[in-house]
């Protein structure tokens, strides 16, 4: 078993320190990402692991009349006991699908958006509402777009030598959403995928539309998703199916794949929007 | 490396390697009969602990992350007035969960009745799914908590006699 070394910051400067000195340093907050994919009795990791749950910090919770803004070392658990209407919906419900109580008493929000092999349950969820994050490093802070936690490949991708630091959550999210997990795991797996579909309907009209799968990859037509503003609901299956015929066009192009579950989900939704 | 924490409340220093798995530290710290982790994959809860008061699986915890914690062990939390209205509603409902994982089912109960006092039955369901072991029926379970509840919040909310 290798030895790692391990450090525990006393605050987030020192973190920020430590992460220029040691680039391929692990944080880790709850550690069920990695704990959970190994099966040996002896864990493997990195030369160097910080660990980072204990920073205050990091677990801040604070609330204005737009935002919830969470601190990246926020269990799930801890998510889930916010106030009822704190979170926007369906938000309670996809971290309810995440493991189990247990588990969730242990993962963080921060662990959950930063995996950095696939997408987990939080990440399409969160990108749908344009939820922003605070990236530390040594130079500073920047807020961006939880979207940009995806390459143009569709990976995930996170800027080196930096933090996750906070979460912003717009409260208000669209009226009408639609959410599926996909495969049978506790754990992430080579099956696990995410779909949601979310839209904005004001009298009888689209005002906004989001879709994204992800799983090893993410995918999201963004261009195509604004072609879909100003559509009057209830869309017919005449309208539904040439949307539908597009995205799985495009989704056999850019990730290999025709993947049946998707196109189902994606008519699915279409048709929920037109409550069919 | 050495780290210190509170196990069954007593203060504890003890040196780790950072790939230990908690439930091993834990092992060789005392005579734990219900630490005995089966699946080290948060399926069979026979690693199942509070630590700072939050239900968690010491198998899928690294040793190093107790540093500074408070951890409650089954043989802890064993000779508290709560485990003793779990194990009583177990018995009104004639719910007997095997060996196997009849302790990690004591501490499942444990933490819905702390998070909740009145728990519903998705709540139940929900927290079901911490210990995999199918032993026993679900209806006479969640039967079993409704009675641990009613009987903890009893004890515990009980108004002042006039």
């Known amino acids: ?276 | 490396m050495t780290i210190d924490f509170v196990l069954n409340g007593k203060p504890q220093k003890t040196q780790i390697r950072s790939g230990d798995r908690l439930v091993y530290v834990l092992q060789k710290l005392g005579d734990f009969p219900s630490l005995i982790p089966d699946c080290l994959g948060g399926n069979c809860g026979r690693c199942l602990v509070f630590m700072d008061g939050r239900l968690i699986y010491s198998c899928l915890t690294p040793a190093f992350k107790a540093k500074g914690s408070s951890i409650v062990t089954y043989e802890g939390f064993s000779a508290t007035e709560d485990c003793k209205d779990i194990i009583y509603g177990l018995k009104q409902a004639s719910a007997f969960p095997c060996n196997f994982c009849r302790k990690a089912k004591i501490m499942m109960i444990a933490d819905l009745l702390k998070r909740i006092p009145l728990p519903e039955e998705t709540d139940i369901m929900e927290q079901m799914s911490i210990v995999s072991c199918p032993c026993t029926d679900p209806v006479s379970l969640a039967k079993a908590v409704l009675l641990s509840a009613e009987c903890r919040n009893k004890r515990k909310f009980k108004r002042a006699d006039k």
Request: hydrophobic share 40%.
């Open chain 1, 1 to 276: 078993m290798r030895i790692s070394e391990i450090f525990y910051p006393n605050s987030l400067g020192d973190l920020l320190e430590l992460l220029k000195a040691n680039p391929e340093l692990l944080i880790v907050a709850g550690g069920t990402e990695v704990v959970g994919m190994q099966a040996s009795k002896s864990l493997s990791f990195p030369a160097q692991i910080a660990s980072i749950s204990h920073l205050p910090e990091l677990q801040k919770t604070t609330r204005s009349e737009q935002y919830l803004e969470v601190g990246c070392c926020t269990t799930l658990s801890g998510l889930l006991t916010l106030s009822s209407g704190a979170l926007p919906a369906p938000l309670p419900q996809v971290i309810q699908s995440i493991g189990n109580p247990a588990i969730r008493n242990t993962a963080t929000i921060g662990g959950n958006l930063c995996c950095k092999r696939r997408f987990m349950d939080l990440w399409p969820f969160l990108a749908c509402i344009d939820a922003q994050m605070e990236i530390r490093s040594l130079h500073g802070n920047r807020w961006a777009g939880v979207s940009h936690l995806s390459d143009d490949a569709g990976l995930p991708q996170f800027p080196e030598a930096s933090i996750l630091t906070r979460i912003r959550i717009p409260l208000h999210a669209p009226n009408f959403s639609f959410f599926k997990k996909l495969g049978n795991s506790r754990f992430p797996s080579p099956e696990s995928a995410y779909f949601v579909c979310m839209a904005e309907i004001s009298h009888d009209k689209i005002e906004s539309f989001r879709l994204i799968f992800a799983g090893e990859r993410a995918f999201r037509l963004k261009d195509h998703e604004a072609t879909l503003i100003g559509r009057r609901v209830p869309l017919s299956q005449k309208d539904i199916q040439p949307i539908v015929d597009y995205y799985s066009a495009e989704f056999v192009e850019k990730t290999g794949n025709d993947n049946y579950q998707f196109n189902a989900l994606t008519e699915e939704s279409l048709g929920r929007i037109s409550g069919q």
